[in-house]
Every structure is written in C-alpha cells, then in structure tokens.
C-alpha cells in the first residue's frame, strides 16, 4: 500500500475520532478539531508502531505531550489569531493560555492506552493488506510475463 494513502487513511481515522470524541463530551465540534485530530492520531500512530525500544507507560506519557503541544498550537491558531474562540481552559485549574489544561492533558494519558493498543492492531491489519497487494501484484505480474 501506498505510504500516501496509508498516511492518508490513518489521518481520517484520527480526524474522525477524535471529532466523534468531542461530540460525545460537549455535544458538537469544530472542523478544526478533525484537522488537530488526524494530526494527533497520525503522530500517535507512529509513536505506537516505532520499533525503537520504549515502554508503553513512557509511549502514552509521550502521547499524552504530543496530544496536548498539538491542542495548544491549534489553539493558538484558531482561538487565538484567527479568535474563532473554538475552547477556552481558562477556567480551569492549571491551564496554560487557556489552551491546554492539566485536566486534560491527564485524560489524554488515559486515552492513549486504548489508542497504543488501537494503532498496533491498526497497524497489523495495515501491513496485512500490504503484503496481500503486494502478493496480488506478483501473481498477477508473473502472469504477463508467461503469457
């Protein structure tokens, strides 16, 4: 498979999800959100499928980071410069800017369990269909060449 399209898939799925992860919370979203989530996701994903050795407490703590350095640049851009006013921290305790939270930079951690566990099967099921195309192609190639 393509690493365009591989990437590509992997960001919608993020972007869907964590879009879907909004509506469910406060009952509705932002197009930007699906924007900051297909980057996240594509960022997790690739911290969750590395082969360089780190445990998984220390993959979730670093996606919990990247999640959150990731809401805080989105929200710089859309709250602050473009002041679309999509969310605001500042309300809550250990908030940074009124972008980024602690509360939530916790729950990111959390969440990046299921989400490690996620982009690995994701992953599997990714290189699975690889090989199965990459095997389709063979076949098919070493056809024309007896024909």
């Not at 898939?9 to 009952?27: A, C, D, K, N, Q």
């Not at 969440?111 to 566990?117: A, S, T």
Request: glycine fraction near 8%; proline fraction near 3%; hydrophobic fraction near 55%.
């Amino acid at each position: 498979m393509d690493a365009f399209i591989r990437r590509t898939m992997i960001f919608l799925i993020g972007g869907f999800g964590y879009f879907s992860l909004e509506v469910l919370y406060r009952g509705y979203s932002h197009w930007s959100m699906f924007l900051a989530g297909g980057i996240a996701f594509l960022c997790l994903f690739c911290l969750f499928t590395s082969t360089f050795p780190l445990p998984f407490w220390a993959r979730c703590v670093a996606g919990a980071v990247i999640v959150t350095a990731i809401e805080f640049v989105a929200g710089i851009v859309v709250n602050k410069w473009l002041g679309w006013h999509v969310w605001d921290y500042s309300r809550l305790p250990y908030n940074f800017g009124g972008q980024v939270c602690l509360l939530f930079s916790i729950i990111w951690l959390i969440l990046c369990i299921p989400i490690g566990f996620f982009a690995r099967v994701l992953n599997q099921k990714i290189l699975l269909l690889h090989n199965l195309y990459s095997l389709k192609n063979k076949e098919f190639l070493r056809k024309k060449i007896h024909q």
